[in-house]
């Protein structure tokens, strides 16, 4: 599957995605701590708070689908093929 | 108490200027700018007559933290009977300009009449004229602007102006100032237009009187580092601006492309706010008068063109919304609109509109005279229309007129994406709820920035809400609309509530006129415009049936995506949003209720 980082995080991270092995019992969470191992960057913390809820104007979408709305960092990722990580970020 | 204590009208049929004490004793209940301005217009006007007639009155107004180093204190509304929607039309702008005409020593003008051959306002201090403008009739907004300031012979003169859209009132023409600063939407600029007047110049150095300026200025640098310490406001919006939202919303399924047809753009990536920066077209970013957030973009393109802009909406209209994602032709199509003194969403929805129409052979290829093909796709087309437009050229005299009579002017006016005959603007209705019932209901027609339920529904701010979801949606509009009509009529920008609460508009406002409301009763004020704006709309005879979006948004399930299969549930949501509101059920204002709120 591939994890696509946008705004800030992208322009941080130099990349604008990396791809994993999908395996459909990973989690959200643990599928976000392998992109990091393999961007050798950690951005866990611009994104989530202690509780693992995602900043306001933050979001991670599973296909899509916020995440906050399925089972948060928990959510497995099943056969989605995209997980896509927003830092917070906001406008009109 | 914060306000300058003088408001200035201008009578351009007879000449004279007056200078009249600014009804302050309103203002508990109706704040300042949008809220007291459209007090004002609801007194003095007919709400049926012709809005580009002499009898329609213009009113420039600023708030009462308008000029206050208040986090953007620096806001002013034009408030006027609108020529698109026939309605209410306010629209805000940020820059300088409110700011210098409280530092002038003025609250608020108010413009009657029509001036017998174009003429603009000089206001220097005490010194107010009415100067000839013919020299600056038929000149781009820059150039106005230049002139001007040097003929004031003051540098920080600041100028509000329309430019050849105005001047030949296009329904949607925006008055600009300081160049690139807009109160864009609802055809302000036409009015003015109406009215021969090009512009107004403002200087001055007067400070608003403060009732404890220490403790202003200690409660104010608290509410700035909230801001600061904000992620959207400190980090997100003044690194990408509001072009961070391209693929923030496309990757959610709600980003309109061609007309509506579609609800993602596959070539987002290659335009959004991240290619801005990448692609080095972004030199730097700036902000409004005391604005500590900064999202402006000032941008170089290749070709060595410069200026302010896109933001989120504009590079959407001139981009995805037609078909295509050159940054090049986006933001030299914003530009333009810009210098013309055109709406960038008014614009690029209407030519959506119409190209949907040509390719869909309700327009003939006859009728473009050799201009470029009205196809999705073809970036040509935009210039050469939004040229057309500001000029009522050709085809452009029809386009000029906005999407839904130019639709409804071929029997078509399903193609026409509007709310109340103004133009929706860049999240889809059918991938979320909220924000498509703010449409429907708005009191400037299609509008995003009156309660902006992107906020909870897509951003997470202040909290999540499942954008899908109906249930308990309807008071979140109501507190939002509430609360949105403070903020405008306060004199700050809408952005600020990315990181500030109702207590701390309350707060602000309180310290500024010495008034000590309760924060619920600062909501109440805003309740209050909310209806009064409602009850202008209702006399000007814009019936409740109107509160509704396009057909397609009920009749065509989004395609794709996180929201494939669904549609707008507006008939499941309106009756709630009646019932919170305490208006009737057919969606009329009780009297009662107006009685309640204290509106006479
Ligand atoms: S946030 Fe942006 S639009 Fe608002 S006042 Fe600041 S620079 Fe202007």
Redesign the pocket.
């Known amino acids: 599957m591939t994890i696509k980082f946008f705004a800030t995080l992208k322009l941080k991270l130099g990349v604008a995605s990396v791809e994993l092995d999908a395996e459909p019992q990973l989690s959200v969470g643990d599928a976000i701590r392998r992109a990091e191992q393999s961007t050798g960057r950690s951005f866990w913390s611009e994104i989530f708070d202690q509780d693992g809820k995602t900043f306001p104007g933050g979001m991670v979408l599973l296909d899509g689908a916020n995440i906050a709305h399925l089972d948060g960092v928990d959510t497995r990722v099943g056969d989605a093929e995209t997980i896509s990580v927003f830092p917070p970020a906001g406008g009109g | 108490m914060a306000f300058m204590g003088t408001t200035l009208r201008v009578n351009l049929t007879d000449g004279t200027i007056k200078k009249e004490s600014t009804p302050v004793d309103l203002a508990k209940k109706y704040v300042g700018g949008r809220g007291l301005a459209t007090r004002l217009l609801m007194n003095e006007i007919d709400p049926g007559i012709d809005a580009l007639s002499p009898n329609n009155k213009l009113i420039f107004a600023t708030g009462p933290l308008t000029n206050t180093n208040a986090p953007?204190g620096?806001?002013y509304m034009v408030v006027t009977k609108g020529p698109l929607t026939g309605g209410v039309a306010s629209s805000n702008s940020?820059?300088d300009w409110g700011a210098y005409l409280k530092k002038a020593g003025y609250d608020m003008v108010i413009v009657e009449g029509k001036a017998a051959k174009p003429v603009y306002l000089s206001v220097m201090e005490d010194e107010v004229e009415l100067k000839d403008a013919a020299h600056v009739w038929g000149k781009r907004v820059p150039e106005t602007t230049d002139m001007l300031i040097a003929e004031s012979g003051q540098k920080k003169a600041k100028v509000s102006c329309i430019g050849p859209a105005g001047e030949n009132m296009v329904l949607f023409a925006s008055i600009m100032n300081e160049k690139h600063?807009a109160a864009g939407r609802t055809g302000v600029g036409a009015v003015m237009g109406s009215k021969n007047l090009k512009a107004i110049v403002v200087h001055g150095d007067k400070k608003s009187p403060i009732p404890d300026p220490d403790a202003f200025r200690d409660l104010v640098k608290g509410k700035i580092a909230t801001i600061r310490g904000n992620g959207i406001?400190g980090e997100g919006?003044p690194k990408l601006g509001t072009k961070v939202l391209d693929n923030i919303i496309n990757e959610n399924g709600l980003y309109p492309s061609r007309n509506f047809q579609d609800v993602m753009y596959d070539g987002t990536a290659h335009m959004s706010g991240e290619a801005l920066v990448e692609k080095g077209y972004l030199k730097r970013n700036?902000?409004?008068?005391m604005?500590p957030?900064?999202?402006?973009r000032n941008v170089e393109l290749p070709n060595g063109r410069k200026g302010e802009g896109p933001e989120y909406e504009t590079g959407w209209a001139f981009g995805p919304l037609l078909g295509f994602h050159d940054l090049n032709v986006i933001c030299d199509a914003n530009f333009l609109c810009n210098d013309l003194g055109l709406d960038t969403i008014s614009a690029g929805v209407t030519i959506a509109c119409a190209m949907e129409m040509y390719e869909k052979g309700y327009i003939k290829k006859e009728e473009l005279a050799n201009g470029p093909e009205l196809s999705f796709g073809n970036t040509e087309a935009l210039p050469y229309y939004l040229y057309q437009m500001a000029y009522r050229e050709g085809i452009g005299d029809k386009l000029a007129e906005g999407s839904l009579r130019f639709a409804t002017s071929y029997g078509c006016p399903e193609f026409s994406m509007t709310c109340k005959g103004q133009e929706i603007p860049a999240y889809d209705p059918r991938g979320v709820q909220g924000m498509g019932m703010s449409y429907a209901v708005g009191n400037r027609g299609a509008d995003h920035v009156r309660s902006y339920l992107i906020g909870p529904e897509i951003l997470g701010s202040p909290e999540k809400l499942d954008p899908q979801a109906i249930d308990g949606k309807m008071q979140w509009l109501f507190i939002f609309q509430n609360l949105t009509a403070v903020i405008d009529s306060s004199g700050l920008?809408?952005?600020?509530s990315f990181a500030l609460n109702a207590d701390d508009y309350a707060d602000m406002l309180n310290a500024a006129t010495g008034f000590n409301l309760s924060t619920e009763q600062w909501l109440e004020a805003g309740e209050r415009i909310w209806n009064m704006e409602r009850n202008f709309n209702l006399s000007a005879g814009i019936t409740p049936d109107k509160d509704t979006l396009p057909k397609r948004f009920f009749e065509e399930p989004a395609q794709r995506g996180p929201n494939k299969g669904k549609v707008h549930r507006l008939p499941e949501m309106l009756p709630e949003y009646y019932q919170i509101r305490g208006w009737n059920a057919d969606g009329t204002i009780p009297a009662s209720k107006l009685e309640a709120l204290g509106i006479e």
């Open positions: 953007t620096g806001r940020g820059g600063r406001t919006l700036s902000g409004c008068y604005c957030i900064a999202c402006a920008c809408l952005f600020t």
